[in-house]
T-cell receptor, first 115, second 117 residues
Framework: DTGVSQDPRHKITKRGQNVTFRCDPISEHNRLYWYRQTLGQGPEFLTYFQNEAQLEKSRLLSDRFSAERPKGSFSTLEIQRTEQGDSAMYLC???FGQGDKETQYFGPGTRLLVL | AQKITQTQPGMFVQEKEAVTLDCTYDTSDQSYGLFWYKQPSSGEMIFLIYQGSYDEQNATEGRYSLNFQKARKSANLVISASQLGDSAMYFCAMREDLNSGYSTLTFGKGTMLLVSP
């Protein structure tokens, strides 16, 4: 059974460096989401793909953030010139659009620490 | 205004007892969905249960049930017969405007549940 996977699970970087995270969704899922979760908070939406098209971006997604989903399969989230405020858990979720009962299934997350 | 409010930062329960985790929500949509997720210390968000706004019956999934009171805009999670492995953070989430095809989740701040032997 292959759920959503994310790589790496942990990343420590220095301020100003670029980082890239990968998400592999459940294979038949056409929708993919990125969320960010800071300490003591629930996840907050960052961006959403339907197949390869990026359909929505939150205002939380500054110009330093970019996400791709080439060929509608895996997705990458890149953060350029990292800042200490970027330290958070980055969660990926996928779903198969099927009406009101559509359920998002989450990966284990990537914990980012910016020093 | 908060769309999802979870007023209990932490809850304690003894093993084998039932526990209720509170969730209230705010929306003007008629068509919406409510979800509960469990997040253990490992970080993964695990889907537990779903309730649609038009569902007439309260949702149940094994030991989990959702006490849905639409007029009060509350969607409390009831865990029966708590187990030690239930110790985790629990998040209530909502998806609004189901007819739009746009399905982002809005989460509450969570409730930490600790189950003691």
């Amino acid at each position: 059974d292959t759920g959503v996977s994310q790589d790496p699970r942990h990343k420590i970087t220095k301020r100003g460096q670029n980082v890239t995270f990968r998400c592999d969704p459940i294979s038949e899922h056409n929708r993919l989401y990125w969320y960010r979760q800071t300490l003591g908070q629930g996840p907050e939406f960052l961006t959403y793909f339907q197949n390869e098209a990026q359909l929505e971006k939150s205002r939380l997604l500054s110009d330093r953030f970019s996400a791709e989903r080439p060929k509608g399969s895996f997705s990458t989230l890149e953060i350029q010139r990292t800042e200490q405020g970027d330290s958070a858990m980055y969660l990926c979720a996928s779903s198969f659009g099927q009406g009101d009962k559509e359920t998002q299934y989450f990966g284990p997350g990537t914990r980012l620490l910016v020093l | 205004a908060q769309k999802i409010t979870q007023t209990q930062p932490g809850m304690f329960v003894q093993e084998k007892e039932a526990v209720t985790l509170d969730c209230t929500y705010d929306t003007s949509d008629q068509s919406y969905g409510l979800f509960w997720y469990k997040q253990p210390s490992s970080g993964e968000m695990i889907f537990l249960i779903y309730q649609g706004s038009y569902d007439e019956q309260n949702a149940t999934e094994g030991r989990y049930s959702l006490n849905f009171q639409k007029a009060r805009k509350s969607a409390n999670l009831v865990i029966s017969a708590s187990q030690l492995g239930d110790s985790a953070m629990y998040f209530c989430a909502m998806r609004e405007d189901l007819n739009s095809g746009y399905s982002t989740l809005t989460f509450g701040k969570g409730t930490m549940l600790l189950v003691s032997p």
